[in-house]
């Protein structure tokens, strides 16, 4: 009964009276009996689970959050990846080997998107290219730390220009000068990223790839990935992988960053194999707030000789997008063990092994009138007539060896809910 009033009842004898059991089936706008499973819930109306909530739902908590299965966080995985496109920099055509690091194929690689090059550097003696070391005298430079970005300080102080001086440095001359403005490759937002991912979960032996296979209605050559139209393709336009991470591809070329690309396998092994797909997502990595050098940009130099025999290199600064692919997943199958500890959890957190043992208790075995007796209490209703007392019954104030046996005269199918 859901009903908010009290539950009368006409006992035999004639009382009318109301039951005060801990299983009493009668509650108010609140569930209230240490048997229900709903303590201080509100109840819908209607019925139905209360706001789906837990101790009131237990089946819905089992089967949602699949409590009967086994799972295996500890995925293994794999992933290869290639880049295509042609761009245009600086006069060159350039492509995947002159763009993209390291050319390995890597779960971890950058798309180079602006250079500042640095060329014919040989060790010398030259000036400083910072205005940090900006000087007058050479006084000024021996105060300064014995070491720049681009070499050792001598101590003196030289001529950079015929307006300019500053400290002379001991180092790869001349100096890099990575102030000036340099264009942008944008036709790599054009360019396309094909991820090779496998997969595999060791407690179930089970593996899958997210190539999409023969008849599955994807062609691998000519799909490109879109979040509704072609989630399970694994060919992506860079241009669609910033955009979908929340970012604008040509301020990202220009400073550089780090994008990730999430590929989770969320799988029920119960299902059949073909139900266990790949989901994408797409975040920057790098944080933008409060940071003093924002960008991704790193520095690489290539060596080579002169004819006269002396050891010279091109300094190159890149900007660039790195992308991290990251996989992550879990699978869960059918356990017995699982299934009869979460059962069991689920029973006791709802009550339902109090209700078990008052139903064995009130109607099975021996000294079963004497429990009800005991966990029952009879509360006449107002008006109704006393029921007279027993001749035996002790009297007010009597002590001793005068004992008041409780009795009830209920069959025990009120307990069970009948």
Known sequence: MTGGGPCPRVLPGGDSSHRRGMTSGCRGPRARGRSGGCRGVPVVPGGGCPQRHPRCCPSWVFLHEKAYQVRDTAIESSVVTKVKGVGRYAGQVMDTADYVTPPQGTSVFVVVTKQIRTEDQEQGLCPESEAAFHCSADRDCRELSPGTSNGMLTGRCIAYNATLRTCE????????????????????????????????????????????????????????????????????????????????????????????IKIGWVCDLDRAWERCLPR???????????????????????????????????????????????????????????????????????????????????????????????????????????????PTACPPGALGACTRDKQSTDSGTFSLGL
């Open 169 to 260: 440095i001991q180092g790869w001359c001349p100096p890099e000068v990575d102030t000036v403005d340099v264009p942008v490759m944008l036709e790599a937002e054009n360019f396309t990223l094909l991820i090779k991912n496998s997969i595999r979960f060791p407690l179930f032996g089970f593996e899958k790839t997210n190539l999409p296979p023969p008849g599955s209605g994807v062609e691998l050559g000519r799909c490109r990935f879109h979040p509704q139209l072609q989630p399970l393709c694994p060919i992506l336009r860079l241009g669609d992988v910033a955009r979908l991470a929340g970012q604008d591809f040509p301020a990202l070329a220009a400073t550089g960053g780090v994008l990730g």
């Open 280 to 390: 994408y997502s797409f975040t920057r990595l790098d944080s933008l707030a409060r940071t003093p050098a924002p960008g991704y940009n790193f520095r690489h130099a290539r060596y080579y000789r002169w004819p006269n025999g002396s050891e010279r290199r091109t300094l190159t600064k890149a900007f660039g997008i790195r992308f991290d692919v990251l996989v992550y997943g879990s699978a869960g199958k059918f356990g017995i063990v699982p299934t009869l500890i979460n059962t069991v959890a689920a029973f006791t957190s709802i009550g339902v092994g109090t209700v078990l043992c008052d139903i064995i208790l009130l109607n099975f075995l021996k000294g079963a009138e004497h429990y009800k007796a005991r966990k029952f209490e009879e509360v006449p209703e107002a008006g109704a007539p006393a029921t007279p007392a027993s």
